[in-house]
Antibody
Framework: EVQLLESGGGLVQPGGSLRLSCAVS????????MTWVRQAPGKGLEWVSSISDNSRGTYYADSVKGRFSISRDNSKNMLYLQMNSLRAEDTALYYC??????????????WGRGTLVTVSS | EVVLTQSPGSLSLSPGERATLSCRASQSVSSNNLAWYQQKLGQAPRVFIYDASTRATGVPDRFSGSGSGTDFTLTISRLEPEDFAVYYC?????????FGGGTKVDIK
């Protein structure tokens, strides 16, 4: 069974940093692109970042470019999102999702249950 | 950036009725690279349709996707109680990936 489990969320002050992790199992991680998508409370879905299977391609939404960094460790079946210079508008539930293949421009399924990031003083 | 506009924003229907959800793109979606997701309250989204018209594994055949270019439709032929949820479209034909604002289907 494919499983994705996010962690690392929490309460952080504006300007602070957090590192989200996504532990995966049940599929060949190194063969699949991955993504982070967020959902602000009561709002819709917003794509944040994606990474190709071999990490050669990393892509970001304009809203996070220069502040967030996506990475993966294929030997550990782990996906990461380093978030710096956090703003109130980054407050959201962050989901990781799996692509069906190695390319980052894709649909994604399944997703994890999400980890909540709250940016507030 | 391809902006996706979903309509209507909400839809109140009864079980057994037909639901027609629209997703309109601001420019042509390359290779009809469009997906539909279902999200229930408190749950992660789940893909139902990809490549505009391919049903994902395990999705009932009462769900169908159609369209091309800039106009796409998700149709639920006969609503079942478990179908009441929010549906999002997403395009992956051109960077950046973008989602529509969602259509909420609730029980009348």
């Amino acid at each position: 069974e494919v499983q994705l489990l996010e962690s690392g969320g929490g309460l952080v002050q504006p300007g602070g940093s957090l590192r989200l992790s996504c532990a995966v199992s049940g599929f060949t991680f190194s063969a699949c692109a991955m993504t982070w998508v967020r959902q602000a409370p009561g709002k819709g879905l917003e794509w944040v970042s994606s990474i190709s299977d071999n990490s050669r391609g990393t892509y970001y939404a304009d809203s996070v470019k220069g502040r967030f960094s996506i990475s993966r460790d294929n030997s550990k079946n782990m996906l990461y999102l380093q978030m710096n210079s956090l703003r109130a508008e980054d407050t959201a539930l962050y989901y990781c999702g799996k692509a069906p293949r190695g390319g980052a421009w894709s649909w994604f399924d399944p997703w994890g249950r999400g980890t909540l990031v709250t940016v507030s003083s | 950036e391809v902006v996706l506009t979903q309509s209507p924003g909400s839809l109140s229907l009864s079980p057994g009725e037909r639901a027609t959800l629209s997703c309109r793109a601001s420019q042509s979606v390359s290779s009809n690279n469009l997906a539909w997701y279902q999200q229930k309250l408190g749950q992660a989204p789940r893909v139902f349709i990809y490549d505009a018209s391919t049903r994902a594994t395990g999705v009932p055949d009462r769900f169908s996707g159609s369209g091309s270019g800039t106009d796409f439709t998700l149709t639920i032929s006969r609503l079942e109680p478990e179908d009441f949820a929010v549906y999002y479209c997403q395009q992956y034909g051109s960077p950046p990936l973008t989602f529509g604002g969602g259509t909420k289907v609730d029980i009348k």
